[in-house]
């Protein structure tokens, strides 16, 4: 067994630790006599695995007492339908920055309820930088953005004002890489297959306040206040994911916290940037100032279409046979992306840059 | 590590090759140099399993090309709510049997988007029987039935003949657990965590020319028509879920198909209706004709409620204590109640009634 560097966007690496783990108690959990998968999620194990998740989280990421956490399903995605059910219900409008492919779905799903006003977008420049906002509505039921941009590789670094108007945050692929004041925020959500452990469960945090938008009627499985009452299990939810959630939340915390894997996420993608910032061969398409410690995309300075896609293969291809998978660009960006989440360890950023460098080389 | 006897009606116990098989592949599946939970959806190794996931569901199944077979998320409750929302769309109407909790939960969300006829219930003598069907509309949209109540414990040995109408099936508590004529059926639904896997996967069956029912500007997630296009995979699958469910679908193959576990499942259902039904202490409330073969609640023939309720706390603690687990009855039927899904061995069903005889015999 030979465990390789994976930089993929996600689903993406978790730590070791957290697998042996799971590995290790997968026939048995502790005394139950029980796979957690095997578990009733109305059992004393199980309930205190999901309160402990939900502890942990609080914790890591200091959720205030007056905001309820959720762990649903649907990723992402269904959260982008649920927000403006749920929330969209005074004025029937909200305001969207447009910074990259999951902005724009957001958006596009809202449009569906009432009116997506778009007060900012970077899609003139291919998504390479964070707009500045412009007409904000002051009426608007609420501002979403997307903190970090996993296709486009860009982030947030200081969150945007918005008056009174509340704040709603997709962290997905930005999620307890660094310190985030979630006071700023009325509704936060992140799928969890990239910081938080495997796809199939959605972390989703509310401001208690905000629970008096909900309107009654709602599909029950559609509505916050179905979840928030069901304490997220409503109906059964994804027990196994929630566990591996509580792992990564034990090993965030036994790493040191927020901070600590801040500190090394600066450090790794420091480590990246200023290589691809003194290569001749490789570049980042990224405005300085913008760009995530989280989602790497470069690019060669090949300027042939053709010759510069060979070269991109060339790179994947070879990169994978050294044991660092998962690099090839997303289609809608091109080139390469390094995906270098909390449970990349800096080694593997070592590995990556020596083989650019030798890469770069041998093929400049 | 001591693995007990799960009774519990789902999550619920899974083959125990299945979860060694897991545990030996957690940190690096085959040659891939990772753990299943941290692959890329769109990497050559995930779409391999999800594409033998769905290959051996319709080989276990018998399921003909002409059926969509999907894995989505959010369990069967979620499936209450997109199934009148992409299918009760011509007439706006669709016929319901009411045998326990989840039908009606069917009906309850039906009737949000539409008219939820309720063509039999069996609710006055507590689900206790399967009802005749009264007043079918051949205009419904849908009939919709629960093959096999959880809760209740009784189970369609026959499907009703509905006619022209298409007849959609909830079978997560009784799928595979049979063969079952998916032809019978337009749509079929299961949330995995009783026959099939870990909660947090939910398996779809759709005959193909259904998909013309469904109306366009459906919010993304909730058409059943971007999932088929997108091949389970428009935003990520629970992709952990989706691996264990292969591992189950290898497991039901490798013990002869859907035709031996319905034997197996005869025979622990028999061991232990006979015995309820030879009891001085404990009998079933359910008619004999429409049994479970899964689920199979029982009362003792106490009369005094109190000492009754004693006495259900006094069993539910011993059996754990003898490694019998998760046998408290479901609040609304009471009483105690034994699943008996697939992955139970014929040992387990033989230790219960060992020890339900022992109790009998001190207790009666």
Redesign the interface.
């Known amino acids: 067994?030979?465990?390789?560097y994976?930089f993929?966007?996600?689903?993406?690496?978790?730590p070791?630790s957290v697998?042996?783990k799971?590995?290790?108690e997968?026939?048995?959990y502790e005394t139950?006599?029980?796979?957690v998968?095997?578990?009733?999620?109305r059992?004393k194990p199980f309930e205190a695995i999901i309160a402990g998740a939900e502890a942990l989280v609080r914790q890591n990421m200091a959720i205030p007492d007056d905001y309820h956490v959720l762990f649903l399903?649907?990723?992402?995605?269904?959260q982008?339908?649920m927000l403006p059910l749920n929330f969209m219900t005074i004025n029937k409008k909200a305001d969207f920055t447009l910074t990259g492919t999951w902005a724009q779905?957001a958006a596009?799903?809202a449009k569906?309820l009432g009116t997506a006003n778009i007060v900012g977008s970077s899609k003139d420049k291919k998504w390479s930088y964070l707009p500045e906002i412009t007409g904000a509505d002051p009426e608007a039921d609420y501002f979403h953005i997307c903190y970090n941009n996993t296709i486009e590789g860009t982030q947030y670094h200081s969150i945007p004002e918005v008056g009174a108007v509340p704040l709603i945050g997709d962290i997905s692929s930005g999620v307890l890489s660094a310190p985030l004041d979630v006071t700023r925020f009325a509704v936060l959500y992140a799928?969890a297959?990239k910081n938080l452990?495997?796809?199939?469960?959605t972390l989703v945090i509310i401001r208690k306040d905000m629970m008096e938008r909900i309107p009654a009627?709602l599909?029950?499985?559609?509505s916050y206040k179905t979840h928030v009452d069901g304490g997220s299990m409503?109906?059964?939810?994804?027990?196994?994911?929630i566990y591996?959630f509580k792992l990564v939340q034990e090993w965030i915390r036994d790493m040191g916290g927020a901070e600590v894997i801040y500190r090394q996420n600066q450090e790794k993608a420091r480590l990246l940037y200023d290589f691809l910032d003194s290569s001749s061969l490789f570049f980042s398409p990224v405005e300085k100032s913008v760009r995530s410690l989280m989602n790497v995309p470069f690019l060669t300075t090949e300027k042939d279409a053709d010759k510069a896609e060979a070269l991109n293969k060339k790179f994947v291809k070879e990169s994978e046979a050294a044991?660092l998978?998962?690099l090839a660009g997303h289609r809608s960006v091109g080139g390469m992306r390094a995906s270098i989440y909390n449970a990349m360890p800096l080694e593997g950023v070592q590995a990556l840059v020596a083989f650019m460098k030798e890469f770069e080389a041998r093929c400049a």
Chains 1, 2 share one sequence.
């Open positions: 067994m030979k465990r390789f994976n993929s966007a996600g689903p993406s690496m978790l070791e697998l042996a799971a590995a290790d997968m026939l048995c139950s006599g029980q796979s998968m095997e578990m009733s999620h059992s399903q649907g990723g992402a995605s269904l982008f339908h779905k596009e799903e569906r799928g297959q452990g495997p796809a199939g469960v009627g599909p029950a499985m559609l409503y109906n059964t939810p994804p027990c196994y994911a591996i044991g998978v998962n």
